[in-house]
């Protein structure tokens, strides 16, 4: 939003024309906005979807809204991460779109990650971010951009980059180039069973990300009664490999040693 504290910026006309071309909304969907601002965007989506919700936390602005709003566009004055996604997912299939301020962007990914895996209702996410967060979302195993949110994020969706947007592109500009990416939500691959440890082991292996897995690892395995050592060995994982490079597989066969039966963990 314009306004500082909010800590978003507004997309130009001519971008969201192509924003939505990207979304490629539907007559018969129903779409959930996060951060309409002045609702340039808002205002493509409700003209081509059946019914539009929009959530805004500042209150001039939802006003504004509201005095023009067609019959199929809802505003919700409220923050977002107040906003209660599981009642709005009870009212059947639906998409997001929005452009996330920078400042939180991180906290909503992760509650739209936990709305998809409580409801299939939950179907896709179009968001623009700052690029180096939309770089994290699609990074790959042995690179710098690689860590929780890339694991989190991938076991729960499938990551489409779909434009880049430069600083012009907004008003006010901002200091850095934005994307758009698209997460196309999907059942997680991590079986429910192994969802806590999963979740537990991943973040602390990679809040030492620069330390090889048998240090990384040691805080985890120490509260599950089991050395790093022993842990790597039962997989066929190198201790002196770093977190960043385990792939999905790898993580997956990991936790299960730790959450498996007979583990402690």
């Known amino acids: 939003m314009s306004r500082r504290r909010f800590g978003q910026h507004f997309l130009a006309p001519a971008w969201a024309d192509k924003v939505a071309a990207a979304i490629a909304p539907q007559p018969d969907q129903r779409f959930l906005e996060i951060g309409p601002g002045p609702g340039v965007l808002t205002t493509r989506l409700a003209g081509r979807a059946a019914q539009v919700t929009a959530v805004e936390i500042d209150r001039r ?26 009642s709005f997912a009870g009212g059947g299939p639906f998409r997001v779109a929005g452009n996330l301020p920078y400042n939180i962007s991180s906290p909503i990914l992760f509650k739209l990650l936990d709305a998809a895996a409580a409801s299939a209702n939950l179907l896709d996410a179009t968001v623009m971010l700052q690029r180096e967060v939309a770089d994290r979302l699609a990074a790959r195993p042995g690179t710098k951009d690689y860590g929780v949110l890339t694991i989190f994020i991938a076991a729960q969706a499938d990551v489409t980059r779909l434009l880049t947007l430069p600083p012009g592109a907004f008003r006010p500009p901002p200091r850095v180039d934005s994307a758009v990416v698209r997460l196309a939500f999907k059942p997680s691959v991590v079986p429910p069973a192994l969802a806590g440890t999963f979740a537990r082991m991943v973040r602390t292996m990679f809040m030492q990300r620069r330390k090889t897995l048998g240090n990384a690892l040691r805080p985890f395995a120490d509260t599950a009664g089991r ?39």
């Open 227 to 265: 050395t790093p050592s022993s842990a790597l060995a039962a997989v066929g994982i190198d201790p002196m490999r770093r977190p960043e490079t385990l792939t999905m597989a790898e993580l997956l066969a990991l936790a299960g040693v730790f959450g498996g039966p007979g583990s402690d963990a």
């Open 61 to 86: 602005l939802a006003q504004d809204l509201r005095r023009n709003a067609p019959p199929n566009l809802e505003i919700v004055e409220q923050d977002f991460l107040d906003f209660d996604l599981a």
